[in-house]
């Protein structure tokens, strides 16, 4: 009841640092209680699901297609929109603190999205736009997420 | 992992018997080991929560507004969407099975999505609409469930 | 400016009768200076927007997809929404009335929408839900939209 | 039929020159015999409406809210959506092209929106991102949508 939920935004696309990023952000998302909230894919999404899921977390994915079987392995409630990209207004919408990984314009949108609705927004290797505050590493995102 | 989601959709108002249903509703799914979907505010979507909660289920709640706390006290995981009634949708599309319990039109446009959508509705004392499967009772509603 | 806005609602597959049904019911829409709005595909909604543009007049058409040229020719003003079935909350939502000719679910949908946001429904040939006004001919129809 | 559809999007609140600088967009754009499409609320896109309709063009408006009365006194056509700030994925995806002016991160989320779904983005005094053309002249825009 009343539980923190933290949206994990960033590419479907990843490289090696972000997938690490991404598992350590969802691994410290768990560890606080939190839910962690992404859009369900592969990418960023997928690893922060798993780090989320390694500190036994619980994990929602909001999708954009109909399709429950398009979540990633570690998404524990998928949630199925049909929505396509709109859904992106859900996931930063709907959290109590959006967490921004590396990603494109889609990342973009819901970063945009989340300043939008006054959400707390925290980038790390991410858009750095007005109004976000950016931090440099896990470790600071942590304290950050701390507080 | 892969678990199954069922909406529970019915009025905001509820009398005594349709909070009942609700209640005993919630209570099956929970059982069953599915995830409680619903529109997470009060009347039969809070009984509903209730009951899946007494029976120690995990319980969605896919609000029409922007803010968490609009949720009952029963939902576990809100999502704020901020759509307003079209978040109507969501909840019917969302789920691998939709329980119509009493309700009005708001009840209907969710039973009409879910079976534009080709979902399963199960109906007990709701609309009767071509492509449901209407029950009459909670114990023929469990017996549905298990199939 | 300040221009009615009448949605016709009705199937994508439409049988000779209700392709008529559709397209007298554009031209009185057309003939009474209101915009024609429908969710821009085939059937009823091409049949509608056919007599809407054969009297003068003016058409709009809410795509579930993401592409304008989904749209059926007699469209002036294709908005694609890339919302798939959700975009019948927006044909139902943002009219003034809403006719409602013969259709399945996606129909029943529109119609459960239209009366949950407190619009004007008038139904020929079409789901008889309480709330809705029906009539039994394009005369009846004529003279309920004149008032 | 088979129209061009232009968004403009901008902050509901402008400054003298981003007033300027839309209602000339506005006229533009009908010039071109484009349709206007905007949010249709006030600020830069009354004033896109406005020019619009200055040089004898049709206008869109698609509103977050449920009312109609929303839109500004320019719009022909308003399209109230109910959907809050997700409205802003629809003014920015059904376009053909896109015309950014200033604005905040309201406007940020339409560009991002716009550049997810492949569209072309021109910004004018606007958001800088990965992907849009900037221009720095309205003289300059003429030329860009004339293309």
């Known amino acids: 009841m009343?539980?923190?939920?933290?949206?994990?935004?960033?590419g479907h696309k990843a490289d090696k640092k972000a997938r690490d990023l991404a598992r350590q952000t969802g691994r410290i998302i768990a560890r606080l209680g939190a839910i962690l909230v992404c859009g369900g894919l592969g990418g960023v999404m997928e690893y922060a699901a798993q780090g989320a899921k390694e500190a036994g977390g619980l994990t929602v994915g909001i999708l954009p297609g109909e399709k429950k079987k398009d979540a990633n392995k570690y998404i524990d409630i998928p949630i199925p929109t049909g929505l396509g990209y709109t859904r992106n207004t859900l996931v930063a919408g709907c959290a109590d603190i959006v967490v921004a990984l590396p990603g494109k314009e889609g990342t973009l949108s819901e970063i945009a999205f989340a300043l939008t609705a006054k959400k707390p927004v925290i980038g790390l290797h991410s858009w750095k736009i007005p109004g976000m505050v950016c931090v440099e590493s896990i470790v600071e995102l942590k304290r950050k997420l701390k507080n």
């Not at 009343?2 to 960033?10: F, K």
């Open 2 to 10: 009343n539980r923190v939920l933290i949206s994990v935004i960033g």
